[in-house]
């Protein structure tokens, strides 16, 4: 549990659809404000939902730039990857988190994404060895569908490799 930052200018943008006009949201329009966050706290839900992660009782805030997450979830792995999705959307800075773990297990480095990055070069980095791309792509899917389409900003799992015996 925690509070997680992101690029608020990254991400998938998922805002805007259903959302009141600009015009209509004034700095003394607290109705608005909440009309707005009260859509993307909508939104966000259905994205986490498209995951098909085992959440009970899930519950998401938006205060303007700020995600709160409420929630039970099965484990630490699922409990990331939703941090993930949600921190992953274009006007999204902050994530608090307050998601209850059933399965205790180690966390995973979170690692943003550069320019010039790929899966590989972060592989090398964070593993030691380019070939073990595919354990970053896999800690992150859903949410990455294809190990070449990552982007600066975005933020991803780096989990630890199991011990070999």
Same mark, same amino acid.
């Given at each position: 549990?925690?509070?997680?930052?992101?690029?608020?200018?990254?991400?998938?943008?998922?805002?805007?659809?259903?959302?009141?006009?600009?015009?209509?949201?004034?700095?003394?329009?607290?109705?608005?404000?909440?009309?707005?966050?009260?859509?993307?706290?909508?939104?966000?839900?259905?994205?986490?939902?498209?995951?098909?992660?085992?959440?009970?009782?899930?519950?998401?805030?938006?205060?303007?730039?700020?995600?709160?997450?409420?929630?039970?979830?099965?484990?630490?792995?699922?409990?990331?990857?939703?941090?993930?999705?949600?921190?992953? +959307?274009?006007?999204?800075? @902050?994530?608090? %988190?307050? =998601?209850?773990?059933?399965? $205790? !297990?180690?966390?995973? +480095?979170?690692?943003?994404? @550069?320019?010039? %990055?790929? =899966?590989?070069?972060?592989? $090398? !980095?964070?593993?030691?060895?380019?070939?073990?791309?595919?354990?970053?792509?896999?800690?992150?899917?859903?949410?990455? !569908?294809?190990?070449?389409?990552?982007?600066?900003?975005?933020?991803?799992?780096?989990?630890?490799?199991?011990?070999?015996?």
């Amino acid at each position: 549990m925690g509070l997680f930052d992101f690029v608020k200018n990254a991400g998938a943008k998922i805002f805007g659809k259903d959302e009141p006009e600009p015009e209509m949201v004034t700095a003394n329009s607290a109705d608005a404000h909440a009309q707005m966050n009260a859509i993307r706290a909508k939104q966000l839900a259905s994205l986490v939902k498209d995951l098909g992660l085992d959440i009970s009782g899930l519950t998401i805030k938006v205060d303007r730039e700020t995600a709160i997450l409420g929630g039970t979830i099965d484990t630490q792995a699922n409990r990331e990857k939703v941090i993930l999705a949600v921190g992953n +959307v274009a006007g999204i800075s @902050k994530v608090d %988190d307050n =998601l209850a773990v059933e399965h $205790k !297990e180690p966390e995973a +480095v979170f690692y943003t994404v @550069k320019s010039g %990055d790929t =899966l590989s070069k972060i592989a $090398k !980095e964070q593993y030691g060895s380019a070939n073990k791309y595919h354990a970053i792509f896999e800690a992150n899917r859903p949410m990455l !569908e294809n190990p070449d389409k990552i982007y600066p900003g975005q933020v991803l799992r780096i989990p630890a490799l199991p011990e070999k015996g």
